[in-house]
């Protein structure tokens, strides 16, 4: 019961999956910020992995940077009000920036952070999320680089977490009942 693997119930993007939709976003990013710096700003704690595995499948010299940011609200439910609890080291004015995401949920957090930063004028501004609910978006988000739709259930792994438990998985899958009950 150490393993991590046995409390979940199906896997549903494998590791290979997800590391082949890296490689293949990465080279779309390539040629679309070709001869331009670009910035990736991620949302801890979610996308450190995102951020770890794209940055490193990009050709080009990016710069990396982390927000970390709350939602108010009571609930494991995010209410699109947004604390930042770290701001970003640089100032972006004048550059171009992807945000990258681990999940586009209900969208109010990747809204707020949207909103948010295009106040600082950044030449460009991106997203990049490597998975997307469609069935419990309450915000529509231009997402321009996704990587995987999947259905409206509770998942972990890939730097998704349930209780700040599972982020370290490299796959994403669903949990057994067990873990809820415990
Ligand atoms: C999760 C996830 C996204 C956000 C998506 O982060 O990593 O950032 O929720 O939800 P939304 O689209 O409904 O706003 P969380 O707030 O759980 O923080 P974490 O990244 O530290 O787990
Ligand atoms: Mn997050
Ligand atoms: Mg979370």
Not at 58 to 78: E, I, N, Q, W
Request: with cysteine; hydrophobic share 40%; aromatic share 6%.
């Amino acid at each position: 019961e150490k393993d991590l693997g046995n409390d979940l119930a199906k896997v549903l993007i494998t590791e290979e999956q997800i590391q082949a939709k890296i490689r293949e976003l990465a080279e779309q990013i390539d040629a679309d910020y070709a001869g331009k710096d670009l910035l990736l700003v991620a949302v801890l704690k979610g996308a450190v992995m995102v951020m770890a595995d794209l940055s490193r499948a990009l050709r080009s010299h990016v710069s990396l940077d982390f927000m970390a940011v709350s939602s108010y609200g009571s609930g494991t439910k995010s209410s699109g009000v947004v604390r930042i609890l770290k701001d970003l080291d640089t100032d972006i004015s004048g550059k171009h920036v992807l945000i990258v995401e681990d999940i586009v949920d209900s969208g109010l957090t990747l809204s707020w952070l949207i909103d948010n930063l295009r106040t600082r004028q950044p030449a460009s501004l991106e997203v990049c999320a490597i998975m997307r609910k469609p069935e419990a978006v309450k915000t529509e988000i231009d997402v321009r680089y996704i990587g995987f739709d999947i259905p409206n259930e509770f998942v972990v792994g890939y730097g998704l977490d349930y209780s700040e438990k599972y982020r370290n998985l490299p796959f994403v899958g669903t949990l057994a009942p067990h873990v809820y009950s415990n």
